[in-house]
């Protein structure tokens, strides 16, 4: 079965440009998160969807971020403008909603970096 | 804020040795505890998991302890083998039909030697 599949898995950018990451859930999950990994403040959620609807994007950082999910199978998490200090790993996971408490299946991740 | 603080941040161990990585959180309404394993690489994975009704869970060589009037708990690794080097995240959410975030703590980079 194939897992949760992000692109792109590296991503070199220059400060300023617009940034897209993508996700597409494992099928039959129709809850979606999206997290990022830095050093310093470890996984950090961002967004998450439940039934494509977003649920609560209280962790986007600010109105650079946004995240949609058009339908069941695909998800953007979008940066414009891109800084420096968005230079982290970026994770989609998903899971069943309501499913088993606390079991996310992540991505391999999409790592940005922003000079 | 920090809401699940974890320690230690790395933690090198020789094979076949215990290695304990402590976990504290602070908000009691948390009511399920899992631990995700990752490879460099790679996404996190959920390895093992605990409610606050029981003191410790175990499955293979991995346990899981819990205090819950001291707000901590914390995963042991029994025999650690080079397999078992990654990093190692607790977390906490609270129950909600569907509607749980998870709240991660920062990680420990575990090396296990020969």
């Known amino acids: 079965d194939a897992g949760v599949i992000q692109s792109p898995r590296h991503e070199v950018t220059e400060m300023g440009q617009e940034v897209t990451l993508r996700c597409k859930p494992i099928s039959g999950h129709n809850s979606l998160f999206w997290y990022r990994q830095t050093m310093m403040r470890g996984l950090e959620l961002l967004i998450y969807f439940n039934n494509n609807v977003p649920i609560d994007d209280s962790g986007m950082p600010e109105d650079r971020f946004s995240a949609k999910m058009p339908n069941a199978s695909f998800s953007t998490l979008k940066i414009q403008p891109s800084e420096p200090r968005d230079s982290a790993v970026y994770f989609c996971?998903?899971?069943?909603?309501?499913?088993?408490?606390?079991?996310?299946?992540f991505g391999e991740g999409s790592r940005l970096t922003v000079l | 804020q920090q809401q699940v603080k974890q320690s230690p941040q790395s933690l090198i161990v020789q094979k076949g040795g215990i290695s304990i990585i402590n976990c504290a959180y602070e908000?009691?309404?948390?009511?399920?505890f899992p631990w995700y394993q990752q490879f460099p690489g790679k996404g996190p994975a959920l390895l093992i998991a605990?409610?606050?009704?029981?003191s410790e869970k175990k499955e293979g060589r991995f346990t899981i302890s819990f205090n819950k009037s001291a707000k901590q708990f914390s995963l042991h690794i029994m025999d650690s083998q080079p397999g078992d080097s990654a990093t190692y995240f607790c977390?906490?959410?609270?129950?909600?039909?569907?509607?749980?975030?998870?709240?991660f703590g920062t990680g420990t980079r575990l090396t296990i030697i020969p």
């Open positions: 605990i409610r606050p009704d029981v």
């Open positions: 977390a906490a959410t609270i129950s909600n039909f569907g509607n749980e975030k998870l709240t």
């Open positions: 996971a998903s899971r069943v909603y309501r499913g088993r408490t606390g079991e996310l299946f």
């Open positions: 908000n009691t309404a948390f009511d399920y």
